[in-house]
């Protein structure tokens, strides 16, 4: 019995964060809104209580070509309040197109072990109105 007790418990310490990310990864449906300063991706919170859980938010500028670094620096730089989740990516150019996927992501030691990342998200950055000049005619003079 002592024997089954302690596989269980083995089993359990191996497997929790796995079960955890499985369960935080289930039905999040990652959104991006863009303005011409940023792009703030949203997210709703996993229902998993498992601590230190968190998310990474990889970003690329091709389709399929996000970096293999996260763009948050810790799990913690995320912010979720309540059941909803923010992050604002401010390092973009205008009229680029952005793709980015999450995962939701467990410490796990010196390391840190995440799930799946959720389907890919596409925002482009429109120009801001401090971009766009005023027309000017012949020889610099305005209209």
Not at 31 to 41: D, E, L
Not at 79 to 85: E, K, Q, T
Not at 119 to 126: G, M, S
């Amino acid at each position: 019995m002592k024997r089954l007790s302690t596989l269980s418990l083995a089993w359990l310490l191996l497997m929790a964060p796995t079960i955890a990310m499985m369960a935080a990864g289930k039905g999040q449906a990652l959104k991006a809104t863009a303005t011409a300063h940023g792009i703030t991706y949203t997210w709703t919170a996993s229902t998993s209580t498992y601590e230190g859980l968190g998310y990474n938010l990889y970003v690329g500028t091709a389709p399929g070509g996000e970096s293999s670094t996260p763009v948050n620096t810790a799990l913690v730089s995320v912010s979720c309040s309540g059941a909803s989740c923010t992050f604002t990516y401010t390092n973009v150019v205008p009229l680029a197109t952005y793709y980015a996927t999450l995962a939701t992501c467990v410490p796990n030691g010196s390391a840190t072990t995440c799930s799946a990342k959720t389907a890919e998200v596409a925002a482009t950055i429109p120009l801001a109105q401090s971009d766009i000049a005023a027309p000017t005619g012949f020889n610099g003079s305005s209209f």
